[in-house]
């Protein structure tokens, strides 16, 4: 654990939510809560994490990187 207030703590989950909100939120006008909840919700799991190209991963999707590390181990 790092000192209250470093601006680092949060860079990971910061540039998720920039990104979240830059290919869904800014781009979908949501109508209740709930259609907004389900709209994320598939973004993440079926988009964001299977089929989204991740730098920090080799330009692989996330399930990918799992498969080919399980693999590998």
Known sequence: ?????N???NACIESFHS???????????????????EAIFRYIEFFYNRKRV?????????VQFA?????TA
């Open 19 to 37: 990104i979240l909100k830059k290919e869904l939120i800014y781009c979908t006008k949501f109508k209740t809560k709930h259609q907004a909840y």
């Open 7 to 9: 601006c680092y703590d």
């Open 54 to 62: 991740h730098s920090s991963l080799g330009y692989v999707s996330p």
């Open 67 to 71: 498969a080919t590390f399980s693999e």
């Open 1 to 5: 654990m790092s000192r209250k207030g």
